[in-house]
């Protein structure tokens, strides 16, 4: 298992059970059963086609764009959804790989990804993944605990330790508009630093098309530092900090709380549903996000 400093593919797949043992979705020779929700989203429909209306078809699905350019009465054509995509996109900015209580915020945020898989393979999604970065494509959207496996494997390498190449959430985030479509579901793992640097405006687009969850992964140190002086290395560097000085620990509170708090704030505002989770919570304690009412966006 975990050390806590870096992820195990061990220890993500057991996290399947505190997810599918609440009810798994089972797919049989008609399609999904069960007590998870039904892989069709929206309307259960989508447009395929129009052609020559006939005697019986339904006058609502008339389509009157096609009957006034041709001169002749056409209907539209639906076809079943394919399954919501649920695309984790996640943060892989240095701050994440830090930890002073139980685990890093890097192990949370894998552990958090991992349990988005399991929940996309219990409600028959297709699963997909992705980081901030030009080097590496992103998981291939798939179904089932296979695809599960591939996105767990790059959670595994992604949070080992921070990645060279990392680009930031902002390319993560350009990467997720080309790979979402309506109605999909996004979990984005995130330093509050990082998710705090995101315009406003693009998170309020992405959640007009989109469910959009966002999970800031905090350490209790960050949040409720002690009034004393604290030593920090960095290479050979010692470094300390004098929180017992009011004007340091105000300093403190505007790098790390402040927009933590602004994004409580703000992003439930814009349509996204938003959870900070600490180092020391239980892994799965975002989860009733995912089942909460989705505020709409304010105009």
Known sequence: MSDGLKPTLAELIALRASVLGRGVARRGQYGTSGPAA?????????YAES?????????????????????????????AERERLTLIVADTAPALYFGT??????????????????????????????????????VPPGTGPRAA??????????????????????????????V????????????????AAIPMQRWTALAARHEVVVILLTDPLE???????????SGDARVELHLDSAAQRERWRQ?????????????????????????????????????APRRRAAR
């Open 38 to 46: 039904s892989s069709l989203r929206g309307r259960g429909m989508e």
């Open 51 to 79: 052609r020559d209306y006939v005697a019986g078809d339904d006058a609502r699905h008339i389509d009157w764009r096609v009957t006034a350019r041709t001169g002749r009465a056409h209907t539209k054509v639906f076809q």
């Open 101 to 138: 209580r139980v685990r890093f915020k890097s192990v949370q945020a894998a552990r958090v990804g991992a349990i988005a898989a399991w929940r996309a393979v219990r409600d028959g999604d297709r699963i997909a993944a992705l980081r901030g970065t030009t080097r590496e494509a992103p």
């Open 149 to 178: 496996l591939r996105v767990l494997d790059a959670l595994t390498r992604w949070y080992a330790a921070p990645p060279v190449d990392d680009a930031g959430l902002d390319v993560a985030l350009d990467h997720a508009a080309r």
């Open 180 to 195: 979402l479509r309506p109605g999909a579901r996004m979990v984005a793992l995130c330093d509050p630093a990082s998710a």
């Open 223 to 233: 949040l409720d530092p002690p009034q004393s002086t604290l030593a920090f290395r």
């Open 255 to 291: 790098r790390f709380v402040a927009p933590l708090d602004a994004l409580r704030e703000q992003l439930p505002l814009r349509g996204v549903r938003v959870q900070a989770l600490s180092t020391e919570a239980s892994s799965d304690a975002w989860m009733s996000t995912l089942d």
